[in-house]
C-alpha cells in the first residue's frame, strides 16, 4: 500500500471486491477506533455495509461523514440517504447517532446547510478515510459533470445520466429522482487524508477507465483522484475490463509487501 500513489487492485468478481473494501475499513477501525469515515450510498455499498456489520468491528467511538443527499425528500423518505444509512448500517452497530452527519437536503437554507456541513467536518479534525462508489456520468458524491475541482459542499442539478441510473430506487422513472442534490465538493473529497472507490460491473468499465486512465477533467469528477496522495481503486474484472494498465496493476497488487495480508482478493 503506497501512499503517495494511486493504486488499482482489479479483484476475479464483485464479491471479493466488496470483501476486499470491508476488509480495510474493519482493519483500520480496529486500529483506529476513533475514526472520522467518509460514507458513501448506492447498490455496490449495500455488500460492503452487510459485511461490516457482520464484522462485529466496534464504531462506538467512529464519526461519519455521507458524501451527499438529494434535495427535496424527507431525511425519512424510504429513498433518502440518511435512511438509507440508517437501514444499512446505522441502526446495525454501536454508533452513536450524534456522530453520523448525511447533509441536510430537506433544509430551508441549502447553503447555510453546505457551509454547516463542512464546519462540522473541519471541526471534527478532517475525514480520515473516505469510501467513493462512482456514478456512470462519472461523479464521485453528487459532483456531476463540470464540478469545479476546488468545489465544497453545495447543492448540484443532477445530469439525467445520473437520474436514469437511480431510477430503480424510484420506481423506475427518472423523472421521479430528485434533480438536485446536496453533495460534498471534489475539493471536500480531496481533502480526506485517504480514498477508497470501489466500483463493480460491466456498466462502470467505461468510466473507471476514463477516471483512472484519462486526462483530469471536471467532465469526469472521478479523474480528480489522481491528485491525491493516497488512494486505492478497488474494481471486479468487469468494471476493470477497460482499463489499459492492467498487467502493471496486478504486478504492484502482487509484489508490494503492504499487500501480503490482502493477495487472497486479487
Ligand atoms: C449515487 C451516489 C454516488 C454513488 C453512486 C453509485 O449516485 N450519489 O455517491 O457513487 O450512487 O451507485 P451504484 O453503486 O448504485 O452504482
Not at 47 to 76: C, P
Not at 172 to 188: E, F, H, I, K, Y
Amino acid at each position: 500500500m503506497d501512499e503517495h500513489n494511486m493504486e488499482v487492485i482489479v479483484c476475479p468478481d464483485a464479491a471479493r471486491a466488496v470483501t476486499l473494501v470491508a476488509a480495510l475499513l474493519e482493519t483500520r477501525l480496529r486500529t483506529q477506533p476513533a475514526l472520522v469515515l467518509g460514507l458513501a450510498t448506492g447498490r455496490t455499498m449495500e455488500r460492503v455495509y452487510v459485511e461490516l456489520v457482520a464484522s462485529g468491528v466496534s464504531f462506538g467511538d467512529v464519526t461519519t461523514f455521507n458524501l451527499d443527499e438529494y434535495i427535496g425528500l424527507r431525511a425519512n423518505h424510504p429513498n433518502s440517504y440518511r435512511r438509507y444509512m440508517e437501514d444499512h448500517l446505522f441502526s446495525r452497530v454501536d454508533i452513536d447517532p450524534a456522530n453520523t452527519h448525511v447533509p441536510a437536503g430537506d433544509a430551508v437554507d441549502l447553503a447555510a446547510a453546505a457551509a454547516d456541513y463542512e464546519r462540522r467536518i473541519t471541526l471534527a479534525g478532517g475525514i480520515d478515510m473516505q469510501l467513493l462508489g462512482i456514478g456512470e456520468a462519472g461523479h464521485i458524491g453528487f459532483n456531476e459533470p463540470l464540478s469545479s475541482l476546488a468545489s465544497r459542499t453545495r447543492d448540484k442539478c443532477l445530469t439525467p445520466t445520473t437520474r436514469k441510473q437511480n431510477a430503480a430506487m424510484f420506481g423506475g422513472d427518472p423523472m421521479s429522482v430528485p434533480s438536485r442534490a446536496l453533495t460534498m465538493g471534489v475539493g471536500t473529497i480531496l481533502e480526506a487524508r485517504e480514498l477508497i472507490l470501489l466500483a463493480t460491473g460491466e456498466a462502470k468499465a467505461s468510466i473507471v477507465a476514463r477516471a483512472i486512465e484519462g486526462p483530469i477533467s471536471s467532465m469526469v469528477s472521478a479523474s480528480a483522484l489522481q491528485l491525491h496522495a493516497n488512494c486505492k481503486v478497488i474494481v471486479d474484472e468487469a468494471a476493470g475490463s477497460e482499463l489499459g494498465g492492467r498487467e502493471y496493476y496486478d504486478f504492484v497488487f502482487a509484489n508490494e509487501p503492504a499487500w501480503s495480508a490482502y493477495r487472497d482478493f486479487g
